[in-house]
Antibody
């Protein structure tokens, strides 16, 4: 059974960089047909897709966050990471990592496994 | 404002059926069969309920079904149970640069 687990700082100061890691267990991050995404949910609000990375290292970011986002993968540790720079209070959210399923055409069909989520608060 | 439009809330009594709509455009819902639905209980991660418009993952009750007509996708829950009370989100691939969009979510109340 695949499991994803987020970790990282729960409190970040404004203008600093948010850093999170998603550890994948029960399966390989290098498996074909899957992408690895970050999704966030501000308190009391809906879901927002941040971006994804393939095991090859290729990435795609939501244009609304693209200038501030970096997603990277560490295949040796079977994990991937998120960095979001210049954060503000609007970046306060629960951040989820998830496995995306595509059919070889780089179009994400759905997310079949999710981490439990981690709350990141931006405050001085 | 979310790219996909869902009703903010729906309600139903135990045993009844309800339908949640998810309206997009020809660039997302209407143009591709990559619509999925997620159930989220308070404080929990979303759970995949339907993918590719109408497919159910293993382990999801057959009381949950999905469909699509034009630019609107729908999630139907039959035989409502108390445990179905949750937030539901739709999602779709989009040909726009955003690539992946969610609906704003619908709160289901079981009366």
């Amino acid at each position: 059974q695949l499991q994803l687990q987020e970790s990282g700082s729960g409190l970040v100061k404004p203008s600093q960089t948010l850093s999170l890691t998603c550890a994948v267990s029960g399966g390989s991050i290098s498996s074909g047909g899957y992408s690895w995404s970050w999704i966030r949910q501000p308190p009391g609000k809906g879901l927002e897709w941040i971006g994804y990375i393939y095991h090859s290292g290729s990435t795609y970011y939501n244009p609304s966050l693209k200038s501030r986002v970096t997603i990277s993968v560490d295949r040796s540790k079977n994990q991937f990471s998120l960095k979001l720079s210049s954060v503000t209070a609007a970046d306060t959210a629960v951040y989820y990592c998830a496995r995306g399923v595509d059919y070889g055409d780089s179009r994400i069909s759905h997310f079949d496994y999710w981490g439990q989520g981690t709350l990141v608060t931006v405050s001085s | 404002q979310s790219a996909l439009t869902q009703p903010a809330s729906v309600s139903g009594s135990p045993g009844q059926s309800i339908t949640i709509s998810c309206t997009g455009t020809s660039s997302d819902v209407g143009g591709y069969n990559y619509v999925s639905w997620y159930q989220q209980h308070p404080g929990k991660a979303p759970k995949l309920m339907i993918y590719d418009v109408s497919n159910r993952p293993s382990g999801v009750s057959n009381r949950f079904s999905g469909s699509k007509s034009g630019n609107t996708a729908s999630l139907t829950i039959s035989g409502l149970q108390a445990e179905d009370e949750a937030d539901y989100y739709c999602s779709s691939y989009t040909s726009s640069s955003t690539l992946l969009v969610f609906g704003g979510g619908t709160k289901l109340t079981v009366l």
